[in-house]
């Protein structure tokens, strides 16, 4: 018998440094090709005996150099370039893996979409793969037409086949795609395209894009009306002393929820403002704690409900209050920090913050004190649905490593399916986990320390930490305003950012990312929670404009493309889903936190841009939950509650700035 046969794949991507050099750009097709090596190893070399080692190119481009490999991206096949300059060639990649390893199956992969492929080309010498919302594909189609070039257009969003298709060339699902001669092109490549196309400078007609990224204008008397639509969601949304994220779907109160909805209020009945953070605090558990709902009881149909939390079981939830078992981000104290500045009754103001303070000390202590097991000054999460962000692309793999499922899941599943449209929410798949998480919670009677050793779930987010981060810094400005002792809050704040900035933050790819306390890795997934550090002021000047820079380099909208707002998910990720909850939908409190990060970076015009769009978006289609990035139509929740209160948030202050 001879050696076991094994393959190792080596990845030299576009960075690193050497001497004084230092790349700072991306190479698209270097993202790409660790995107789909990624999923390869995920989908069809999962359990073969394949390694994967991604390395920066420029330390390394000694190792391979002789080897012939000096174009990044550089794929080797046990040391032997396999590609390099260009996303390799899959089927031919899992071909040559399959003769070193006797892998009949792999090896079959090539024959088999040579033939797919040759079939496509036939029809015509180009073939372009586009959808009519893309703005790469609308580029590429203008410069086709521009210069009187004949293909065959195919919209992947008519045809299933045309998406297989796609796939089935670039090994992900990504358009636009042009076929061209035979040769595989991803993205609106220019270059390549003039290249293959036998284009010269002096022959081609420049197309221009159609239409320049133009800021949405208002004049004061649409902003006030857009501003009392938004006033008439909030009034229908409010029961009592509290406000519904939406009638239909939401019908209790929720933690970031209240807190977004206090600062809307903020602007023109700040007595609700205070009513609502009241009502939100009436849930607070004696640990401090506080839970992601406090349930209505006059509504029993959501799902899962009090008696499957079992939070009573804990003894920390407050007598007749029916709570959830897990948080949210802790946005109250950055909601409510300019209530003296706004409310024209400033007394009121101040002794509301005198009441509410206490209740935010604890909060926050709450969670430096159980839930960050390793004293690191990183709050971890117990749950995706504690990040805000349910089903972002970020708790994929944590969620997948998890193998116990909750038999319960389905009941709760058809429950789920009559009430939300489908397509647009987290799959059962998902929804085992989710409730796998919550009764390992229970179990524990949510011993915080006991969940810390036995969860198989436990995150430092960078979206949580930065919140947290800014959050102590407003707490601190509260206390000053109160007369009280602000440096420990100034001092926690440091802490989180500092350690921010160790952590969470790579380096070599010039980005913050979520680490998985369980499998002890980054969560590298390109999220634009990413970017969340800058509203905290995290990052430094250089190191802002880095992260500034990998934003643009990035598809999410901000360079030369034109969504109507920005993404939640790149946009060139194999698995953004532009109408799917947090994989892919513009949502308005990210983008409100962004907009202000990105100002606070030095990038005005860009801020502007974020912030007009939304309310654009809510003007033309009204207050949903989400919308999707290319046509805009609202998604999810119509009338909801925190997009109208940021709306007005919004608009209040660019009126307040023009006066
Ligand atoms: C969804 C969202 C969450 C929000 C809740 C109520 O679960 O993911 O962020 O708080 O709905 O609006």
Redesign the pocket.
């Given at each position: 018998m001879g050696k076991k046969q094994t393959v190792e794949l080596t990845l030299y991507r576009y960075a690193g440094k050497f001497l004084f050099f230092r790349i700072k750009n991306r190479c698209t097709e270097c993202d790409i090709t660790y995107v789909i090596l990624q999923r390869l190893m995920n989908e069809q070399l999962h359990g073969k005996p394949v390694s994967l080692r991604i390395v920066p190119w420029l330390d390394n481009f000694w190792k391979v150099i002789w080897r012939g490999g000096w174009h990044a991206p550089i794929l080797t096949v046990n040391g032997k370039v396999f590609s390099q300059g260009k996303v390799p060639d899959i089927p031919k990649l899992l071909s040559k893996i399959g003769k070193i390893l006797n892998d009949t199956s792999l090896i079959q992969q090539e024959k088999m979409q040579t033939e797919k492929a040759v079939s496509s080309y036939e029809e015509s010498e180009i073939t372009v793969y586009f959808s009519p919302a893309c703005p790469h594909c609308r580029q590429l189609l203008a410069y086709l037409d521009g210069n009187q070039i004949n293909y065959a257009g195919r919209d992947v969003t008519k045809t299933e086949s045309a998406r297989q298709d796609v796939e089935r060339l670039t090994g992900r699902l990504t358009i636009p795609v042009v076929v061209v001669k035979g040769e595989v092109i991803s993205g609106f490549d220019i270059n390549r395209l003039k290249d293959r196309l036998g284009i010269s400078a002096g022959d081609e007609k420049v197309v221009k894009p159609d239409g320049e990224k133009m800021i949405p204008q208002f004049t004061d008397r649409q902003f006030e009306e857009i501003y009392q639509n938004a006033k008439a969601v909030l009034d229908k949304n409010r029961i009592d002393a509290w406000t519904m994220?939406?009638s239909r779907l939401?019908p209790h109160l929720?933690?970031?929820?209240s807190g977004f909805i206090a600062r809307g209020y903020l602007h023109y009945d700040p007595e609700r403002a205070y009513t609502e953070m009241r009502s939100l605090f009436r849930g607070q558990w004696r640990d401090g704690f506080l839970p992601?709902i406090i349930f209505n009881p006059e509504y029993t149909h959501h799902f899962p409900g009090p008696d499957y939390w079992k939070a009573d079981n804990s003894g920390k939830v407050p007598s007749g209050i029916f709570t959830s078992g897990i948080s949210?981000p802790p946005v109250h104290a950055t909601m409510i920090v300019d209530s003296v500045k706004l409310d024209p009754d400033k007394q009121r103001a101040l002794s509301f913050l005198k009441e509410i303070y206490p209740k935010l000390k604890k909060l926050h202590d709450f969670y430096f004190t159980w839930r960050d097991p390793q004293a690191e000054n990183l709050v971890s999460i117990v749950h995706p649905?504690e990040s805000?962000?349910?089903n972002a692309p970020l708790w994929d793999e944590p969620l997948a490593a998890i193998t116990e499922t909750s038999a319960w899941a389905l009941s709760m599943q058809e429950k789920y399916d009559k009430i939300a449209e489908q397509g647009e929410r987290p799959k059962r798949t998902y929804i085992e986990k989710y409730s796998y998480l919550i009764e390992n919670m229970f179990k524990y009677n949510y011993d915080w320390q006991k969940i810390a050793e036995n969860h198989p779930f436990l995150i430092q987010g960078v979206l949580f930490n930065s919140i947290l981060c800014r959050s102590e810094i407003d707490l601190g400005k509260i206390a000053e305003t109160l007369g009280y002792d602000a440096g420990m809050h100034y001092e926690r704040a440091d802490k989180v950012k500092t350690a921010i900035n160790k952590k969470l933050y790579d380096e070599a790819e010039g980005i913050y990312y979520n680490f998985d306390l369980v499998s002890r890795k980054h969560i590298k997934r390109d999220t634009i929670f990413s970017y969340m550090p800058l509203f905290a002021g995290i990052p430094d000047k250089d190191r802002g404009a880095k992260v500034l820079n990998n934003l643009r380099a990035h598809c999410f909208c901000i360079a030369d493309m034109d969504c109507v707002a920005i993404p939640s998910y790149d946009m060139c990720q194999v698995d953004f889903e532009g109408e799917f909850?947090?994989r892919g939908p513009v949502w308005v409190n990210i983008n409100w936190y962004l907009a202000q990060g990105v100002r606070q970076y030095g990038e005005t015009e860009l801020s502007e841009w974020i912030e007009h769009s939304l309310i654009a978006l809510a003007d033309r289609y009204g207050f949903y939950?989400y919308y999707d990035p290319d046509s805009g139509r609202g998604l999810g929740?119509k009338d909801?509650s925190?997009t109208a209160a940021l709306i007005i948030d919004l608009i209040a202050q660019k009126l307040r700035s023009e006066k």
């Open positions: 994220p939406s939401y929720w933690n970031w929820d992601h949210q649905w805000g962000l349910d909850y947090w939950e929740e909801f925190w």
